[in-house]
């Protein structure tokens, strides 16, 4: 079974940029689409990116331009990289993988049986 762990969240000011990573351990998730979701303090859950296992990515509306999401399966390890971070970016970011292989990454969140423990992000103005 896939642990998840993400990093790279911190303190940013507006308009600064962010790479969070996470990281796998257990299986290879090359044949798995991944996404990132974020939860702003009392706010639901949402979606933010994913990308498929053949590598074809999809965002929210809210971060598209700005974020990219990448993976370097050789590494095991999913990537997000955010730039020009606005506050209300501001939120615990978690990546997640998808419960099934070869699948197209979508945005609901039971596509994704596993999950990260979530890296807080705060971006400040």
């Known amino acids: 079974q896939v642990q998840l762990r993400e990093s790279g969240g911190g303190l940013v000011q507006v308009g600064g940029s962010l790479r969070l990573s996470c990281a796998a351990s257990g299986p290879s998730i090359s044949a798995y689409a991944m996404g990132w979701f974020r939860q702003a303090p009392g706010k639901e859950r949402e979606f933010v990116a994913t990308?498929?296992?053949?590598?074809?990515?999809n965002y929210a509306d809210s971060v598209k331009g700005r974020f990219t999401i990448s993976r370097d399966n050789a590494k095991n390890t999913l990537y997000l990289q955010m730039n020009s971070l606005k506050p209300e970016d501001t939120a615990v970011y978690y990546c997640?993988?998808?419960?099934?292989?070869?699948?197209?990454?979508?945005?609901?969140?039971?596509?994704?049986?596993?999950w990260g423990q979530g890296t807080q992000v705060t971006v400040s103005s």
């Open positions: 990308i498929s296992w053949n590598g074809s990515g």
């Open positions: 997640a993988e998808a419960t099934y292989r070869y699948q197209i990454g979508g945005r609901a969140q039971a596509q994704y049986g596993y």
